[in-house]
């Protein structure tokens, strides 16, 4: 199923996100958590674009995609950050997925790192989404959005006004950044709504299964950690084992409320562990479909 028809069912929509292994040795792995995931019958699986546009991990992201679209059968997006990257490369990066039957596009800025060379062809991801579309209008285009507001802008109302341009441009679907408090995410697609923006959004969905990791995470996307989370840090978060399972529980019951308002679709961001994607997913089956 193309990925345009998935949101026109009454279903809440399912879909994951997996990174490349940063290592060669580790792509055996990648597969197998693929493999893993497939069994779990998402919408589609979305692979993550090295910072600077390496030509190591931009073949990574085709090879995945690839895999996942021509081996498995299942719809995948690939993720595209722009600053580090020409018109030129852009129009390679999107032939090199026609390539491969894939033309689905997750069109994002990209983090500023002064280790790679910066490009002047695109400032921000609205930019490359209107590209895109221009090179190939086949192209389905999603783009992010920031439910808790991007650090960089200065307030809700700018960034909504970003966020409509963006889909102006061409972005079909929208993932939203990481989040934990649904009132959040709640009163910004109310907002989000009455801007006139009417494309399905996804919630982007954060097991939290390891302490330190959630407050790294935190600190570079600005989410905040409200009171019931916490207290579920505070008590397990120095036991693994207790701080795994009261993380998917944590997260099974954020999908529960999200459904039952009526959330498009919902994005896991797996971190490449297919044990934490069944747990929920099956917590959650019978709900998304209903």
């Known amino acids: 199923m193309e990925i345009s028809e998935i949101f026109k069912q009454k279903k809440t929509g399912l879909s994951f996100e997996v990174f490349p292994p940063k290592k060669e040795s580790g792509i055996e ?14 919408d589609f699986i979305s692979v993550t674009y090295g910072a600077g546009g390496s030509q190591v991990t931009n073949a990574s992201t085709i090879d995945l995609c690839s895999y996942i679209k021509n081996k498995l ?27 491969v039957n894939v033309k689905n596009i997750l069109a994002l800025r990209g983090d500023e790192n002064p280790d790679y060379e910066l490009k002047n062809d695109f400032k921000h991801a609205s930019d490359l989404a209107k590209y895109i579309k221009s090179v190939d209008s086949d192209f389905f285009v999603s783009g992010a959005c920031y439910p808790e507001v991007h650090q960089e802008a200065e307030n809700i109302v700018e960034d909504i006004k970003n966020l409509k341009i963006k889909v102006d441009n061409g972005a079909d679907h929208l993932i939203s950044q990481l989040f934990f408090d649904n009132n959040a995410f709640f009163d910004f ?10 494309v399905p959004v996804e919630a982007g969905i954060m097991p939290v299964t390891n302490k330190r990791q959630i407050e790294r995470m935190v600190s570079m996307c600005g989410a905040s950690i409200p009171a019931k ?16 399972e009261a993380g998917i529980s944590y997260a099974t019951d954020q999908i529960i409320e999200l459904a039952a308002n009526g959330v498009d679709g919902v994005h896991i961001y797996t971190m490449n562990n297919p044990y934490v994607a069944k747990k929920i997913t099956d917590n959650i089956k019978s709900i998304i479909n209903v």
């Open 73 to 99: 059968n299942i719809e995948t997006i690939a993720h595209l950050s722009c600053l580090y990257n020409s018109k030129e490369d852009v129009s390679k990066f999107m032939q090199e997925l026609k390539d």
């Open 29 to 42: 792995t990648i597969y197998k958590t693929l493999d893993a995931l497939t069994e779990l019958n998402p």
């Open 229 to 244: 989370l916490s207290k579920v840090l505070q008590k397990f978060g120095d036991n693994d084992e207790a701080m795994l």
């Open 189 to 198: 697609m109310e907002k989000v709504r009455i801007a006139g923006i009417d």
